[in-house]
């Protein structure tokens, strides 16, 4: 079936430190890929996404690329703030009306 | 627009009580679901609905029914609460079934404990 392995946390860093947070998943055929964060005391948003091989998805200065090569779809952000702290959750969407969640990481920064 | 709202944020319950747990939209979404989250599980599906009068079960239905009478509410009700069932629940809408293109929205969550 179709599943996601991301990178276990906790994550600490300092403030402008380089972020990356690893995603590799299993699926049949070319399912659409999702990075969602989770900020404290709330519910899960949309961070990035793509839908094709190679597509890189982008969002408040995080990117990642669909690398169906490795089937990996990596998260980084090249200078991370405070304001990042949250719990980092990557997805798969290969049928329509269910989306499969890694376990999420924790990310912490500190000023 | 309140987007997914979602009653209540904190409860406890004894083993073998019931109770629901409630979740509107105001977007006019199609489709809804439920989620657990569970430490280091991320999040599971437990039932979801592609419109009103619509609903089928996800990864870990048992012990919870839902039903969808109105395009707006979703609630999720628990029939025999058990200590398996302590978690935090999320509901979710989107404006359609195709989850591969639509962005599913989270309500804040509720979470559960169960003694």
New interface residues.
């Given amino acids: 079936g179709n599943s996601?392995t991301q990178m276990e946390g906790p994550v600490t860093l300092s403030e402008e430190a380089f972020l990356t947070i690893n995603c590799t998943y299993t699926a049949t055929g070319y399912?659409?890929l999702f990075w969602y964060v989770q900020y404290p005391?709330?519910?899960?948003?949309?961070l990035l996404?793509a839908?094709k091989a190679d597509d890189k998805g982008s969002n408040k200065g995080f990117e990642a690329t669909y690398r169906k090569e490795t089937t990996s779809f990596h998260l980084e952000k090249g200078s991370v703030q405070v304001s990042d702290s949250a719990v980092y959750?990557c997805a798969l969407?290969?049928?329509?009306?269910?989306?499969s969640?890694?376990?999420?990481t924790t990310v912490t920064v500190r000023a | 627009n309140a987007g997914?709202t979602q009653t209540p944020k904190f409860q406890v319950l004894k083993t073998g009580q019931s109770m629901t747990l409630q979740c509107a939209q105001d977007m006019n979404h199609e489709?809804m679901s439920w989620y657990r989250q569970d430490p280091?599980?991320?999040?599971?599906?437990i039932h979801?609905s592609?419109g009103a009068g619509i609903t089928?079960q996800?990864e870990v239905p048992n012990g919870y029914n839902v039903s969808r009478s109105t395009t707006e509410d979703f609630p999720l009700r628990l029939l025999s609460a058990a200590p398996s069932q302590t978690s935090v629940y999320?509901c979710?809408s989107s404006y359609s079934?195709?989850?591969?293109?639509n962005?599913?929205f989270?309500?804040?969550?509720t979470r559960l404990t169960v003694l």
Wanted: glycine fraction near 18%; avoid cysteine.
């Fill in positions: 996601v399912p659409s005391g709330e519910g899960l948003q949309l996404k839908t959750f969407s290969h049928n329509d009306y269910k989306l969640f890694g376990a999420g | 997914v489709y280091g599980m991320g999040l599971r599906l979801y592609v089928d996800g999320f979710a079934q195709v989850l591969t293109y962005e599913q989270f309500g804040p969550g």
